[in-house]
């Protein structure tokens, strides 16, 4: 069968198939009932999809049931191929914007210390970056102390055999790193209509990591050994936490206010 589906990585992602992913389609269903766009929570799905299927697939492929793999893990293949097929689709769902010029041209001309949230998301997306990095070179047996004492006080998951936190914070390393940093762009330069996409996108994904990756770190599933030292469970949830609600705070502040992401385009009342 499916052994991998056995650990505690395995029973969290069944949990987010079966609620999140779940209602992610009935919105998505009754949006397309009601001839409405679903364009914005289809993306978050893709993003969690995807992040959902890579990091299983790649554990399940490097980690100790590699060799345990079957014909039936083949069912994964469409998890892969959907998700292409889909984001293709739900791009082409129009954008809602009703934002007037003037408004885009008014906000666009504030710099960053005038824009407060996005100030605040700034720093948040520095801290981000760095705890991705550090956390990539823990995964990476990085010999420095720090990374080794906090390996073995604060995520000793790290080191599962099973491999999936591993890819995890390696997906993190190389892949959301590179993210904040074109997003830090996107909140210093206006016009940046690309973000709000990609906002979406990341957010689905760290929505679904976090969710697995703190729940498996917790499991009875995960070996004790592995599983995250009582006394370092609070600053443990605490950090995760928040790395995971920082990319849900840039996506609903990139779809509810995206002004300052918009392409300026003249009023036609001034023509």
């Known amino acids: 069968g499916e052994p991998y589906l056995s650990t505690g990585h395995g029973h969290m992602i069944c949990y987010w198939d079966g609620s999140a992913h779940y209602l992610m389609y009935l919105l998505m269903v009754a949006a397309i009932a009601w001839e409405q766009s679903y364009r914005t929570i289809g993306l978050y799905w893709v993003g969690s999809i995807l992040m959902s299927t890579f990091v299983f697939l790649s554990g399940s492929l490097v980690g100790k049931y590699g060799s345990k793999l079957g014909p039936v893990s083949l069912l994964i293949i469409p998890y892969l191929i959907l998700p292409m097929w889909a984001v293709l689709q739900i791009y082409n769902q129009p954008l809602e914007n009703e934002s007037a010029p003037k408004a885009i041209e008014i ?20 801290l981000v970056i760095g705890f991705s990095l550090f956390r990539g070179l823990v995964a990476l047996d990085c010999p420095i102390k720090v990374c080794r004492q906090y390996l073995q006080l604060q995520e000793p998951y790290l080191r599962d055999p099973a491999a999936y936190p591993k890819i995890q914070m390696l997906v993190y390393m190389f892949y959301s790193v590179p993210f904040c940093i074109i997003t830090l762009y996107g909140l210093f330069v206006p016009g940046c209509s690309w973000l709000p996409d990609l906002a979406l ?51 609903y502040r990139c779809v509810n206010n995206p002004e300052f992401f918009l392409k300026r385009k003249e009023d036609p009342k001034t023509k």
């Open 201 to 251: 996108l990341h957010a689905g994904g760290l929505a679904q990591a976090q969710f697995s990756h703190i729940g498996a770190s917790l499991h009875s599933r995960t070996p004790y050994t592995y599983r995250v030292p009582e006394e370092a469970q609070l600053v443990f949830l605490i950090t995760n936490g928040l790395y995971g609600i920082v990319p849900q705070l840039l996506a």
């Open 107 to 126: 906000v666009q001309k504030k710099n960053l210390l005038q824009r407060p949230l996005d100030l605040l998301l700034t720093i948040s997306l520095l």
